[in-house]
């Protein structure tokens, strides 16, 4: 009896999913066949709704995409464009690949250099057009974009693209939230958390944090003029005022790509000081990720690598980090 009601419940719950997906399925293909209303020129648009394509709704279900087909032929292809949704930020496939070149150009305004799928002017969630400072950084977006299979955009393998939308939309909106935040988690740094000395199973780390995170430390006092503490806390302590009135003082002074890089190395490497060594040009790539992950490392090499997991992880931080430092060389003007 049991078995019989679980049976038919079933039945009629799948006959309700599958009458909402394909009554969904048909909603939008309606929708996307519908002709552009708002002007001559033809554009393809990503959007996050399910709804009507003009609206640029946005939620967190769906990710289609909207063809909108000409009402009329145009004589001027500079308003076409493709429109990434807010979802490319999060790293879902945001739909198949529908172009077939890749180019960059000059600006309108002949400020900056633009991105081009086809004919198409590639633009930022808030559809604001994606304006590289310079060509070296366009044509590496452009490259990022090359790459993409017909079955799918993968906006993770588009670091490059992403740092780019963040520094053009989010800093310069959020700069001083961005300050704020880094400040707030400078003194639980990783470069001022100690191992104790008193513990066997920690002395090891403790020997190789004098040896690789001492000269950094030292680094940081001639840079600014004070000298950090450490702490045996995971929660830090606190530094020298001038220290940190310093450390700001510096943040607010780079523009917005070097603000998104700082930011972007920081989140990666849990260190604000790492992420001011490289910017400043005292650490590489290969010595910050060692730094990071000194630690780890050192467990590693006691009680082994697990496949699938400590792997996965080198892998992910060398691409947020080498793909940040490409970002800031790519943006700066020679």
Known sequence: MAAEIVRRSLKASNFTILRTLTSRSFSNLATSAQPESDG??????????????????????????????????????????????MSFMTGSIVGKRFYKKVTTREAEDGNGWSVMLDYRTLKTPSKRPLKCPTLALAKAIAAEWEYQEADGIRPFTMPLMKLACTALERVPLTRQKIIEHLMKKFPQDLVFCRAPGDNDLTSGVLERQVEKIDPLLKWVESEFGFKPA?????????????????????????????????????????????????????????????????????????WGLVEGGHDVDIADLKVQIASAVVFLGLTRRV
Do not use: W
């Open 40 to 85: 001559p020129s033809s554009s393809f648009t990503f959007s996050a709704g399910g709804g009507d394509p003009n609206s640029q709704r946005i939620t967190a279900t769906d990710d289609n995409i909207f063809i909108k087909g000409p009402k009329k032929a145009s004589s001027s292809q500079e308003a076409e464009s493709v429109t990434m949704p």
């Open 230 to 302: 450490v702490y045996t806390s995971f929660f830090g302590g606190k530094q020298d005022d001038g220290l940190v009135s310093a450390i700001v003082s510096l943040l607010k002074k780079t523009d917005d790509c070097e603000l998104a890089t700082i930011d972007a190395i920081a989140s990666a490497a849990h260190s604000l000081v790492i992420a001011l060594g490289i910017f400043r040009g005292r650490l590489g790539i290969e010595e910050a990720i060692e730094l990071i992950r000194l630690e780890e490392d050192l467990q590693v090499d006691r």
